[in-house]
């Protein structure tokens, strides 16, 4: 009783427009996801998003109002225009970079060189950002506090989460600040992260409705997390890295879904 309340208290706590709340599947229709055979397309019809797998753990989001983002932007995957928004992990230089063209106008980095937390809270257009900081492991066995974020994006009534380079299972806090996340985007590399087994138990503590995997290093590491996954989630493998999502269109109930590239 003492969690309960607890976490009611966090979530009553947190403001309205920073929580995803689970939205009722429209009646009659079958849930599926839509495949572009084109993207980034730069066209996304209203109540949707656009999501294309730039590489390694970078996402190209797109939004109806032409909001352009991309999770741990580095020098490595990049979309072929500027995004209006990057965010950014210090794990390793494949999640972060300080070149930035002056065309990208929001830099949220997932760390506070400080030694504080890094938390944003960000609205454009139809697009709003949050962060939620994590700890991470570092080479001498140590930790490094608030060193990660889990950046969640918002739109089209749809609430997407990048796990960046998560290293632990969430609290009870990071899941009531997290609230209810529609596409779960998980590293799956089984070393440099978590292991398979763990990172199974944390999609298992999200309950997304959707999990894309990213973060692996070769085909038979994300093999391997789709064998693990295929016991407990229908598992669908994509030939197009691009993927138009739609709430009233998403699963009823846990999915993988692979896209490709690594």
């Not at 989630?233 to 879904?257: C, N, W």
Request: net charge neutral; proline share 8%.
């Amino acid at each position: 009783m003492r969690l309960l309340a607890f976490v009611l208290l966090v979530l009553a706590a947190t403001p309205a427009f920073a929580s995803c709340l689970p939205i009722a599947q429209a009646p009659g229709l079958v849930p599926r996801l839509i495949p572009a055979l084109y993207g980034p397309r730069g066209d996304i019809p209203d109540q949707h998003v656009g999501l294309t797998f730039l590489g390694h753990s970078s996402f190209l989001i797109e939004t109806h109002e032409g909001v352009t983002a991309v999770t741990d932007f580095n020098d490595w995957h990049r979309p072929p225009k500027p995004p209006l928004v990057v965010t950014m992990n210090i794990a390793h230089t494949t999640h972060w970079t300080n070149n930035i063209d002056p065309e990208t106008k929001h830099v949220l980095r997932g760390w506070d060189n400080d030694g504080g937390k890094a938390v944003h809270n960000l609205q454009v257009k139809d697009l709003h950002v949050r962060s939620i900081p994590t700890n991470i492991r570092d080479f001498g066995g140590g930790t490094q506090r608030n060193a990660n974020a889990i950046f969640v994006f918002e739109t089209a009534d749809i609430c997407i989460a990048h796990l960046g380079h998560l290293h632990h299972v969430l609290t009870d806090i990071h899941r009531a600040e997290l609230g209810q996340i529609d596409v779960l985007l998980v590293p799956v590399d089984g070393a440099y992260t978590l292991d398979q087994e763990t990172m199974l138990t944390v999609v298992g503590q999200i309950k997304p409705k959707l999990v894309i995997p990213m973060h692996y290093f070769g085909a038979s590491t994300l093999r391997a997390f789709l064998d693990r996954m295929r016991p407990h989630y229908p598992v669908k493998i994509q030939e197009q890295p691009f993927v138009m999502l739609s709430r009233r269109l998403l699963p009823a109930s846990t999915e993988v879904l692979a896209l490709p590239g690594m």
